[in-house]
């Protein structure tokens, strides 16, 4: 996982994520029954590596450049609470708020997936590619969601495709590519504050976000996928050092 540069691997995560996004809004266009199937076991997947990497590896990582690293996290999963407790007031309606999946939190959202992948590879590419696999797994669930809000707003299908994709599947990339010359530029200290922030905002994303919404509609191994994304951070951990 080393041949690699930096900018390279933010690249291939980022523009990674819009394609799967962009494959679930297709999937839930074209194939509903089954994009709906499949959600659950992205997301449970996703949680389970979103939970366990910043517990395990991006916070510890970012303490020992920061010790102030933990109160940054804790601003970043109370800026995340809030966030969703603002996009909840503003649609009224749970369907909409579910997940920042108004139009405005769904920018929003994955503006900060794109900065979470510059961030987190700019530390190192263990933590960068494990991040980075529970963000791009989830896109799936993200991408079939977004559509489905837009067209029960009201959307025809076709533009509803067309708006899933500006707001959460393109602007991952953009957040990315915006973030990574001003990152790249931090000293170690404030990198780890930035880190830190990050944890807090990918621990939101897995306990608030995807693994209540997963209990709500549980499925018949949910509970396996939600631990093999624990395993495979675990197994990434242990081959990438």
Same mark, same amino acid.
């Given at each position: 996982?080393?041949?690699?540069?930096?900018?390279?691997?933010?690249?291939? $995560?980022?523009?990674?994520?819009?394609?799967?996004?962009?494959? +679930?809004?297709? /999937?839930?266009? *074209?194939? *509903?029954?089954?994009?709906?199937?499949?959600?659950?076991?992205?997301?449970?997947? !996703?949680? &389970?590596?979103?939970?366990?990497?910043?517990?395990?590896?991006?916070?510890?990582?970012?303490?020992?450049?920061?010790?102030?690293?933990?109160?940054?996290?804790?601003?970043?999963?109370?800026? =995340?609470?809030?966030?969703?407790?603002?996009?909840?007031?503003?649609?009224?309606?749970?369907?909409?708020? $579910?997940?920042?999946?108004?139009?405005?939190?769904?920018?929003?959202?994955?503006?900060?997936?794109?900065?979470?992948?510059?961030?987190?590879?700019?530390?190192?590419?263990?933590?960068?590619?494990?991040? &980075?696999?529970?963000?791009?797994?989830?896109?799936? !669930?993200?991408?079939?969601?977004?559509?489905?809000?837009?067209?029960?707003?009201?959307?025809?299908?076709?533009? /509803?495709?067309?708006?899933?994709?500006?707001?959460?599947?393109?602007?991952?990339?953009? +957040?990315? $590519?915006?973030?990574?010359?001003?990152? *790249?530029?931090?000293?170690?200290?404030?990198? &780890?504050?930035?880190?830190?922030?990050?944890?807090?905002?990918?621990?939101?994303?897995? !306990?608030?976000?995807?693994?209540?919404?997963?209990?709500?509609?549980?499925?018949?191994?949910?509970?396996?996928?939600?631990?093999?994304?624990? /395993?495979?951070?675990?197994?990434? =951990?242990?081959?990438?050092?």
């Amino acid at each position: 996982m080393k041949e690699f540069s930096t900018f390279t691997w933010i690249s291939i $995560f980022a523009i990674g994520a819009m394609l799967v996004n962009s494959f +679930g809004i297709w /999937a839930i266009y *074209r194939k *509903r029954e089954w994009a709906n199937k499949t959600k659950e076991y992205s997301m449970c997947f !996703a949680a &389970g590596i979103l939970i366990s990497s910043p517990l395990i590896i991006s916070l510890p990582h970012a303490l020992q450049k920061n010790p102030h690293a933990g109160f940054v996290a804790l601003a970043g999963f109370i800026f =995340m609470y809030f966030s969703n407790k603002i996009i909840k007031h503003k649609t009224k309606q749970k369907e909409l708020a $579910f997940g920042i999946t108004a139009i405005e939190g769904i920018a929003i959202h994955s503006l900060m997936d794109g900065i979470s992948y510059t961030v987190t590879f700019s530390m190192g590419t263990v933590i960068g590619v494990l991040t &980075g696999v529970g963000l791009v797994i989830h896109e799936f !669930a993200e991408g079939v969601i977004t559509f489905s809000v837009l067209l029960k707003g009201g959307v025809s299908e076709k533009k /509803a495709g067309i708006y899933a994709f500006l707001v959460a599947a393109l602007t991952t990339p953009i +957040g990315a $590519f915006i973030a990574y010359p001003l990152v *790249r530029n931090l000293s170690d200290d404030i990198l &780890g504050l930035a880190l830190g922030f990050v944890s807090g905002v990918l621990i939101y994303v897995s !306990a608030s976000h995807l693994l209540p919404e997963t209990s709500e509609h549980e499925k018949k191994h949910s509970t396996v996928a939600f631990l093999a994304g624990i /395993a495979f951070t675990l197994i990434v =951990m242990l081959t990438g050092h």
